[in-house]
């Protein structure tokens, strides 16, 4: 047994899988797939994925199940918090039997208030600003009365109604709203304070029927000194800057090596940054002596070459930034930055028509270069010392009627030790993945394309490998070859279809037409189009989507997927469609 990740409409889902087969041969027995043994979900039912002769029947606690031509099958059941007894019986013609008996347990999604103090704030250590407002909380029973105290100060905290979020995954099984609010044991307040130092532990008291009890914070509280404020610059290449403090926040414009910034705020080993973002601490390094709060600015320019137009912007310090793109608009913002910019020089460009820009707030400049074209194609920022710059790359210039002049990265998703989604009889996602991927590819590089595999063996390759082949090749387009799956709560049984995932903007009307092409010239199902925050959609060097072009899990979609003639008229689609986008897109000489 081993942990797989399977793509499910690009959002990871944690799947425990036996062994695997690495073809897709139809055995003479009963298999089962998913799940194992023992498995532990939080799901309202369970999806078994496996297959069995086509010739008798198979039925799931005395219940017989549709199954495909094939023999597949993928019922979902529904479950019961805590264990749950299901036997899988093959019968065949002859009358023969075979079982196979597992047991499920539903883990219970407890809303209860607890019956005692739990989860005090702060659990690590955090560090605010003087006279900042900092809430406290604690978990504790309904009809309690509840005080902290810190730092001199003693208050009340007030019982708190919420609402628990489903995960990002709820979307793929369409069961992402928000439940009503209810109680479930929270105790808040907010406090601010002005003296500097460190206040020590939060202390919580409660009382409930006459009863007390106490509980200390894990985490101690700091209140910063405004007059030593501290500094950082981002060592890593590109610094993952988010929106708090955990990697359950969004992601922001990644920071380019160097950048400088004062911290603002701290949580456990998380930095707040002067601008608002937070990163990780070990993504930098302490700057010693006094920084700058801001930067000035004043003349800029550009330079043209034959693939990128590069614009500098010299400043006295590398300062946090941010990127939006629209569909003929590309905006920088530079944060602790002042203008004091009377002339700028934009040299001759086949993407940038006019630069415009603007004092957004007293500390924030906003460039907007207005595009000549619909379609962006990739860019890049870096430092070099305190220059800032700006890479934006041109169009593809292909030759003639031909893919000649565009360079295609190809990405079989998975591969090694992770098997990624299987099918009814074990076939792995992996496979079909480097499967399809090499029939695409013989496809593009006869319109003349040059195809750039990630991996041509069943090897291991880790996303940031596969990242950084785009950053060092910056390839026309970047495709990554996934199969798909689902969460528990899923209907396996019944979810088929083409999906398209993207991130940057740049890549969104890419990744619908793929969707709108092979869906119509193909016949298939569609399971649609996503926005998706993807370590393969990322990528912001080229135009990057991530194809899920079926579901290993659906019983008949698994048929034709593993069909050597629908394989081929896959392959033949996808070739066909970049080739219809890229000449619509790009210069044709």
């Known amino acids: 047994m081993f942990k797989a990740i399977a793509l499910s409409s690009g959002i990871a889902v944690a799947l425990t899988f036996p062994a695997i087969a690495q073809f897709p041969r139809q055995s003479d027995r009963l298999q089962l797939v998913y ?66 008996t ?65 995960s990002n995954a709820a979307v793929l099984t369409l069961e992402n709203e928000a439940p009503a609010e209810v109680f479930t044991g929270t105790y808040g307040g907010c ?13 919580y008291q ?62 456990g080993d998380w930095l707040r940054l002067d601008y608002g973002a937070w990163i990780r601490a070990s993504e930098t390094t302490p700057i010693q002596g006094a920084v700058p709060p801001t930067t000035l600015i004043r003349s800029l320019r550009s330079q043209t070459t034959a693939t990128e137009t590069n614009v500098i912007f010299p400043l006295q310090r590398p300062v946090p930034v941010t990127v939006s793109q629209n569909d003929d608009t590309f905006s920088l913002t530079l944060h602790q930055a002042i203008a004091q910019t009377d002339t700028i020089y934009l040299d001759e460009s086949p993407i940038i028509r006019r630069l415009d820009w603007a004092q957004i707030d007293p500390e924030t400049i906003r460039y907007d270069f207005r595009l000549k074209t619909d379609q962006q194609w990739g860019h890049s920022l870096r430092y070099e010392g305190s220059n800032l710059i700006l890479s934006l790359r041109h169009p593809p210039q292909l030759q003639g009627n031909s893919l000649r002049g565009a360079t295609i990265w190809l990405d079989p998703g998975h591969g090694g030790a992770e098997s990624g989604a299987l099918g009814p009889t074990g076939y792995p996602e992996k496979a079909i993945n480097l499967l399809i991927s090499q029939k695409i590819q013989k496809q593009l590089e006869a319109k003349g394309a040059e195809v750039i595999l990630s991996r041509t063996t069943d090897q291991d390759l880790s996303l940031g490998d596969r990242q950084a082949a ?13 199969y798909n799956a689902l969460p528990d709560a899923g209907d396996a049984e019944n979810t088929a279809g083409i999906g398209m995932f993207w991130y940057h903007p740049q890549a969104h009307d890419l990744a619908q037409f793929l969707h709108d092409d092979l869906t119509t010239q193909l016949g298939r199902p569609s399971y649609g189009v996503f926005w998706n925050n993807l370590a393969l959609t990322r990528p912001q060097e080229a135009p990057a989507v991530l194809m899920e072009l079926g579901f290993m899990i659906n019983p008949t979609e698994f048929e034709w997927i593993t069909d050597p003639q629908a394989q081929e008229e896959l392959a033949g689609a996808i070739a066909k469609a970049v080739e219809t986008w890229l000449q619509t897109k790009a210069i044709v000489q």
């Open 35 to 100: 799940p194992p043994n023992n498995h532990q979900t939080s799901a309202a039912q369970i999806f078994l994925i496996g297959s069995a002769p086509a010739a008798g029947t198979v039925a799931i606690n005395g219940q017989p199940i549709t199954r495909s031509d094939l023999g597949h099958f993928a019922p979902s059941l529904p479950l019961t918090v805590g264990q749950n007894q299901i036997t899988l019986t093959y019968r065949q013609p002859s009358g023969q039997t075979e079982t196979k």
């Open 102 to 166: 597992l047991t499920v347990e539903r883990l219970a999604n407890n809303t209860m208030p607890p019956n005692q103090l739990e989860a005090p704030f702060p659990a690590v250590d955090i560090a605010r600003q003087t006279d900042e407002t900092i809430c406290f909380q604690v978990q504790g029973p309904a009809q309690a009365q509840v005080r902290v105290a810190l730092g001199g100060k003693s208050f009340s905290l007030q019982p708190q109604t919420t609402v628990t979020l489903p």
């Open 191 to 203: 406090q601010r304070f002005t003296q500097g130092g460190s206040l020590g532990q939060a202390r």
């Open 206 to 267: 409660m009382n409930v029927q006459g009863q007390t009890s106490t509980a200390t914070s894990p985490g101690r509280v700091e209140i910063l000194d405004a007059q030593n404020t501290e500094a950082i610059a981002v060592t890593s290449l590109a610094g993952v800057a988010r929106t708090g403090p955990s990697t359950n926040f969004s992601r922001l414009t990644p920071l380019p090596q160097g950048t400088q910034a004062l911290v603002t705020g701290k949580e």
């Open 470 to 482: 785009i950053r060092d090749l910056q390839p026309t387009l970047a495709l990554s070859v996934h």
